[in-house]
């Protein structure tokens, strides 16, 4: 008998075993496939309506989240210089076009190098048919993590890719946890953290700034990531005390590890970034 006889008298033998073992089960119990139909058929209903329940331990991991994909039309013109154009698009391909204003906009870009090197929050704008459109620059090769933070339909979504930038990579060690860290315009920002909270204050040569210009409907905005894969936190601007000088958030983190808090906020007309790298321990540890 040749190889392959072998292996066709073996499934003819297979698909009568589980021929014999169907009509078996259909014998003993005649209700068995009615039974596991009815009790799959709540399953996607009840997805649906735990997806806004309890807040997920983190964002940004997934390219496409809740029935929206995260698309980029040019991947392949990605270079030091170039203009990014994406979209989202629905289950059926369909480029999303309702989005609802979050923070000021309809969609905030983080872009963001593996290493956690070279943030950036921009602003893209809106094409005629739906896309999303803004001029990027990198500034140095390798894979950089792309965040589109956006609501539609009264639903978050944080969605997530990479792109790549071909050359020569040489990867940056995240800085050490410091309280203070300095913008390249010159302002010392000091990060006080309890728990989950993290509190911010402005210095411009020793002397506290209390004259924040609002920046995105707020005092300031904040980006937290989790070294390794990148995970976007849930982060929560707090009510301001009363004197108004500090720049408070809630900020969820999901495991131990080391995170870079990236705080923005506008004084003289421009945005002004200060990166902080925090490190969240064993809580039944020291
Ligand atoms: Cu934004």
Redesign the pocket.
């Known amino acids: 008998m040749s190889a392959g006889a072998r292996v066709a008298l073996f499934a003819g033998l297979l698909a009568l075993v589980f021929a014999g073992a169907a009509l078996a089960g259909s014998a003993l119990d005649p209700d068995l496939d009615r039974e596991t139909t009815s009790a799959h058929s709540p399953a996607p209903e009840a997805g649906h309506s735990t997806a806004g329940e309890g807040p997920a331990k983190a964002k940004g991991l997934a390219q496409a989240d809740n029935g929206l994909r995260l698309v980029v039309d040019n991947p392949a013109e990605v270079a030091a210089s170039q203009r990014l154009r994406f979209r989202l698009v629905d289950e059926d391909g369909a480029t999303v076009r309702d989005f609802d204003v979050e923070?000021d906009?309809r969609m905030?870009l983080i872009v963001v190098r593996r290493d956690l090197s070279g943030f950036q929050?921009l602003?893209p704008k809106q094409t005629a048919d739906g896309g999303w459109e803004v001029p990027l620059r990198l500034a140095a090769a390798g894979s950089y993590r792309v965040f589109a933070?956006f609501s539609s339909a009264g639903e978050p979504y944080t969605l997530g890719t990479d792109l790549h930038l071909d050359g020569r990579f040489v990867a940056q060690e995240l800085p050490h946890p410091a309280p203070t860290s300095t913008t390249d315009s010159g302002y010392e920002v000091r990060l006080e953290q309890a728990g989950d909270e993290a509190r911010f204050t402005v210095f411009k040569d020793g002397r506290r700034v209390r004259d924040l210009e609002p920046y995105?409907g707020a005092r300031g905005?904040l980006v937290a990531l989790r070294e390794g894969d990148l995970a976007y936190l849930h982060v929560h601007p707090e009510s301001e005390a009363s004197e108004g000088s500090d720049i408070r958030f809630a900020v969820e983190y999901p495991s131990q590890g080391r995170y870079r808090l990236f705080l923005q906020f506008k004084l003289d007309g421009r945005v002004h970034t200060a990166a902080f790298t925090r490190e969240v321990g064993d809580p039944h540890g020291d």
């Open positions: 923070q906009r905030h929050h602003h933070d995105l905005h």
